[in-house]
C-alpha cells in the first residue's frame, strides 16, 4: 500500500511539471513600504503574474493595483493551503508569483514554503527586496554600522515560540547594534530585558517608507514609555545602539586625505 501511496505521489507530481509551460513559482520581496523600493526585477515579474499570493496588510496594496493577476491574500491560510492554490495554478499553466514583504530571507518563513513545493517538484526563484530594517536607517538617516560606535549589526526578535526569553538579554551584552523585528507590543518586556545602559540611544520606526511613518527617539530607560502612549504595537522596527544618535565615531580610511 505504502509503495502504491508513493507512486501516486511521484505521479501526481509529474503530471505537475508535464501540465505547466512554467514549473516555477518566484518569491519576490515587496519591499518595506513604498511601491517604488520593489526591485525593477520583481516589479517586472508582479505585473505579468498570472496569480499573485502575497502576505497581507504587509505589503502595500498599491503594488497590487496595477495588474490584472487573481490576487489571494495568504493571511489566516495554512501552508498546506498556500501550497495546493500555487501548484494548481501553475498546473493551468499560470504564471505565479509568491509576494513577501521586505527581503523573504527575513522572518519570511519561506523556507518551509519551498520545502512543501519541492514535493510538487516545483522550482523557485527568490528576488530580494529591501528590507524594512534599512528602509528604518534610511528614515533615520543614520549607518547601521558606524566605525569607532558600532561594527557589528545584531538581527533578532522577542521571546516567543522560537526563542528563549534570555537570548536578548545574551546579545545585548555584546554592545553591537540591534534591530528587533516584530517586537513593538513586547517594547516594555524588551528594554528591561537588553543590558545595555540605560542612555543608550533606541528608534522606533513605524510603517517606514509608508505615507503614514512614524519616528519616535528616545533611550532605553524610557523609549517604551514613549512607544505605549503613542499606541504603537506592531509593525515597527526597534533600533539599539550609539548608531542611532553618535556622539562620536571615527571617520573610514576609505575619504582619508592619507
Excluded: C
Excluded at 517586472?44 to 496595477?66: F, M
Aim: proline share 4%; no cysteine.
Amino acid at each position: 500500500m505504502t509503495d502504491n501511496k508513493n507512486n501516486n505521489s511521484n505521479s501526481n507530481s509529474r503530471n505537475y511539471s508535464n501540465n505547466r509551460n512554467n514549473n516555477k513559482i518566484y518569491f519576490i520581496g515587496a519591499g518595506p513600504g513604498d511601491p517604488e523600493l520593489i526591485t525593477v526585477k520583481g516589479h517586472r515579474l508582479l505585473n505579468s503574474a498570472d496569480l499573485i499570493v502575497y502576505a497581507g496588510s504587509l505589503v502595500n496594496p498599491e503594488l497590487l493595483s496595477n495588474t490584472d493577476a487573481q490576487k489571494i491574500n495568504s493571511y489566516g491560510m495554512r501552508l498546506e493551503d498556500i501550497t495546493s492554490t500555487m501548484v494548481e495554478a501553475l498546473g493551468r499553466g499560470e504564471k505565479v508569483v509568491r509576494l513577501h514583504s521586505g527581503d523573504p530571507s527575513l522572518y519570511g518563513a519561506i523556507i518551509e514554503q519551498i520545502d512543501e513545493l519541492a514535493k510538487y517538484n516545483v522550482e523557485v526563484e527568490i528576488i530580494p527586496g529591501v528590507s524594512s530594517l534599512f528602509a528604518t536607517s534610511a528614515a533615520l538617516g543614520i549607518q547601521l554600522t558606524l566605525k569607532g560606535v558600532s561594527e557589528t549589526l545584531i538581527i533578532s526578535r522577542p521571546a516567543g515560540e522560537t526563542l528563549k526569553e534570555d537570548d536578548l538579554k545574551e546579545l545585548s551584552r555584546h554592545g553591537a547594534t540591534m534591530a528587533v523585528f516584530l517586537g513593538t507590543h513586547t517594547i516594555d518586556e524588551i528594554m528591561k530585558t537588553v543590558e545595555y545602559p540605560p542612555d543608550t540611544p533606541v528608534a522606533v520606526v513605524y510603517h517606514a517608507s509608508w505615507k503614514d511613518q512614524k519616528i519616535i527617539k528616545g533611550t532605553v530607560e524610557d523609549i517604551a514609555e514613549k512607544v505605549i502612549s503613542a499606541g504603537l504595537t506592531q509593525s515597527a522596527m526597534i533600533l539599539i545602539g550609539g548608531v542611532v544618535d553618535p556622539v562620536q565615531y571615527r571617520r573610514s580610511h576609505l575619504y582619508s586625505p592619507q
